[in-house]
């Protein structure tokens, strides 16, 4: 370990008596001693060389003791000044305290060796100062590594949500292929039509149809399209509830085996949130989804009931099913990372994980209630925004 610097004390005063005597007083001391007869060689150390405490005559024929103190705080605010003087003022005083003098001594020098014990408290208080700076130093670089530890994270966090949203949609996809086919065909046969049909206004009844068909087809591929951006592509912006559940109960009606389901919704309009449309929807859509593959579990069908209300307080979506229910031991781990109900191969265990992260980031809670063979009830609850 290196050994620390000594201190460096500078020492200034005209009378080369009192000069003599506080160099006799501090030559024992463990500083790095300077003296200076004058204003100006008093000034030119300073600027040449760090000192730790200044000692000086206020009074001095060039430069007096208060231009010194000036230089000294300019140099290094830490560097602990002390004045000697033998006409005390009121302005001198002023000064002394805008400047952040450590003491003021009077003469003539009564006790010079009360001026060695306020020398060691100038550099313990100087001491001080140092490892506050240092450690508020310290405390700037480990909040600038945890700042990037912390954007790091939101980072990974942002495409773990976007690779278990990828993943979804790939459950998704048979359902939408289906969607898709219907029009479709619709549109391809049509358009066969068209190129033999003679009678103008049944092409153009034709026309319209092929119309329709696309529409269908171009709002099918948006939502899934909506639904696969990143989020972090959105804005915040105020979220119709309503209109986002009612979207993912499309998406998710659309997606798999739905038929053995019936699907119930009590969406009041007028329920908004400060949110992310995207996070939303896939919130919604991960719900549903559970719910229909937990009552086709069940009994090959069922009930998905999704509601929302809102009171002064807080605004809530419940997602309730009727199907097998969830064992109260494996109710704490649900929203656990990795942790699936479902066999091998059939979830990666991230889903509601993922959309406990959500609705936490919008300081929202998801609570569960469920009874074995009685179904399962997941609510959703965000503050009212004020």
Request: proline share 4%.
């Amino acid at each position: 370990m290196a050994e620390a610097a000594r201190k460096h004390l500078l020492i200034v005063d005209d009378e080369p008596v009192i000069l003599q005597i506080l160099r006799a007083v501090f030559e024992d001391e463990p500083y790095e001693l300077s003296l200076a007869a004058t204003g100006r060689e008093a000034a030119a150390i300073l600027r040449d060389s760090h000192v730790d405490v200044l000692l000086s005559d206020k009074n001095l024929p060039d430069v007096n003791g208060i231009e010194l103190l000036r230089l000294a705080k300019e140099r290094d605010a830490l560097t602990e000044v002390i004045i000697i003087t033998g006409y005390p003022t009121l302005e001198t005083a002023l000064t002394a305290i805008e400047y952040d003098v450590f003491d003021y001594v009077l003469k003539p020098l009564n006790n010079v060796f009360d001026i060695r014990r306020k020398v060691r408290q100038a550099l313990a208080k100087q001491d001080i100062a140092l490892e506050n700076r240092r450690l508020i130093r310290e405390l700037q670089d480990k909040n600038a590594a945890l700042e990037a530890a912390l954007e790091e994270t939101r980072s990974l966090q942002a495409e773990l949500i976007q690779s278990e949203k990828l993943a979804g949609i790939g459950t998704l996809a048979a359902g939408i292929a289906h969607e898709v086919s219907s029009p479709l065909f619709g549109v391809m046969g049509l358009a066969e039509a068209i190129a033999d049909e003679g009678d103008l206004a049944l092409v153009q009844g034709y026309a319209r149809d092929i119309v329709e068909y696309c529409r269908q087809i171009r709002d099918i591929v948006m939502e899934l399209s909506s639904y696969s951006r990143p989020a972090a592509q959105e804005y915040l912006t105020t979220v119709d509830l309503a209109r986002v559940v009612l979207d993912a109960l499309k998406l998710v009606e659309r997606s798999a085996p739905c038929g053995g389901v019936r699907f119930e919704a009590d969406l009041p309009q007028g329920l908004y949130l400060n949110a992310r449309t995207n996070e939303m929807q896939q919130v919604f859509v991960n719900l549903i989804k559970n719910a229909v593959e937990a009552v086709n579990e069940h009994r090959g069908g069922g009930v998905v009931r999704v509601a929302a209300a809102q009171n002064d307080s807080h605004t809530w979506v419940t997602v309730a099913d009727d199907g097998p229910g969830i064992p109260d031991d494996r109710l704490r781990m649900l929203f656990d990372p990795f942790y699936t109900t479902k066999p091998p191969g059939k979830g990666t265990g991230l889903g509601l994980n993922i959309v406990w992260r959500i609705v936490t980031k919008y300081r929202g809670v998801i609570t569960v209630q469920s009874r074995l063979n009685e179904g399962a009830v997941f609510e959703v609850r965000f503050p009212v925004e004020r």
